[in-house]
């Protein structure tokens, strides 16, 4: 599921970092403007990861269009505004959630006596198996 938001990117002046401020959702920064839209999108996913595991939906997000920098912000004479700009961030949500939580937990689960005989006989990775056919299940979310 791939989302997108809009974002300001406010540069500093005498600086190269960024203030990034997202309409519909909140603010980080960013060190460089790499950095920043790295950053922007690891806030959008941290942001955004709650919503898409508990099946809540999601914010709206406002669009782009008609979106401007906005002049008379707070702190706006930090802000170099010829340098700043308006864009939209994306990230695919569901890789983000796969790629955040790769850590494995331990998880008893029970199977009947002749599978359990049929995996040891085979050497059959019960773990890898489940987790290769939950990662099936999860991709067609």
Request: no cysteine.
């Given at each position: ?42 806030y ?44 939209l ?25 002749y ?27």
């Open positions: 599921m791939f989302l997108t938001y809009p974002a300001h990117f406010y540069k500093l002046k005498n600086k190269d970092m960024y203030f990034i401020s997202f309409p519909d959702l909140g603010a980080t920064q960013g060190n460089s403007i790499e950095d920043s839209i790295e950053m922007a999108q690891d959008l996913g941290t942001y955004l990861q709650e919503y898409y595991e508990k099946g809540i939906e999601m914010p709206v997000s406002s669009g782009i269009d008609g979106l401007e920098i906005n002049e008379n912000i707070e702190f706006a004479e930090e802000y170099d505004f010829e340098k700043s700009f308006t864009s961030v994306g990230l695919d949500i569901a890789e983000y959630t796969k790629l955040a939580k790769k850590q494995t937990v331990r998880r008893n689960v029970s199977i009947p006596m599978l359990n005989e049929y995996a040891k006989r085979e050497k059959i990775n019960v773990s890898r198996l489940i987790t290769s056919l939950l990662e099936e299940k999860f991709e067609e979310i």
